[in-house]
């Protein structure tokens, strides 16, 4: 993949320095070996959201798009966890992803192989179970209640200031329009969810794949 503006190495670097400048504790040098170590794995997962997102160009990373570095922060943080358990890095890359793009993605969270960041202002996300071409918009949140987390299917959108919460089972294809909590409810799947009379859920039939506008599938 071509890093626009930036080699491997230059890249890492100007990682390693934001994080430096975030949090000023002295052990910016401990940072670097890390990062390059992970690197080209957390390249080669954020690339193949890159490859996938009709809007972006494919083969090249940008780290002046807010929305593809933010993917490529937490990939980078979630790598380094997966592989070696550093908390310490690993907190330092979440807290300048929330820093720089206002976005609250754990390092620790699974998230799907292709996913889609339309804004990342104010998007909170907890360990839940999430599916493949996953599209979210600024607000949109997912979150516990009394411990238990949602099931998300694959191809669901998240428009602005949307929710699923708690024991949710989110169904593929499912569209949560603007505005929209679910809470403790399933929705049908390929199917458009509305906001009803009394806090109910109204859901109206998909006849397209919302995710085909979003993604090369």
Excluded at 73 to 83: D, K, V
Excluded at 139 to 163: C, D, F, L, Q
Aim: proline share 4%; charged share 20%.
């Amino acid at each position: 993949m071509e890093l626009i503006g930036h080699t491997r190495e230059s890249l890492a670097a100007y990682t390693c320095a934001q994080v430096a400048n975030l949090v000023p504790d002295g052990r910016a040098d401990a940072l670097l070996p890390v990062v390059l170590r992970h690197l080209d794995e957390s390249l080669a997962r954020v690339g193949r959201c890159i490859d996938a997102v009709r809007m972006w160009r494919p083969g090249q990373f940008n780290y002046l798009h807010s929305s593809q570095y933010c993917q490529f922060l937490y990939y980078l943080a979630n790598t380094i966890w997966r592989n070696e358990r550093n908390a310490e890095v690993c907190t330092k890359l979440f807290l300048l992803n929330k820093t720089l793009n206002a976005i609250d993605l754990f390092y620790e969270i699974d998230m799907p192989e292709v996913f889609f960041i339309g804004h990342s202002v104010g998007i909170v996300l907890a360990k839940a179970t999430y599916g493949n071409y996953l599209v979210l918009y600024q607000n949109s949140t997912v979150g516990k209640n009394h411990g238990v987390a949602p099931v998300i299917g694959e191809g669901v959108v998240m428009y602005p200031n949307s929710a699923i919460i708690g024991r949710s089972h989110v169904r593929n294809g499912s569209v949560i329009s603007q505005g929209v909590s679910v809470l403790n409810r399933e929705t049908p799947g390929d199917c458009l969810t509305y906001a009803g009379e009394g806090g109910d859920l109204v859901f109206k039939p998909a006849y397209e794949r919302a995710a085909a506008e979003y993604f090369r599938i």
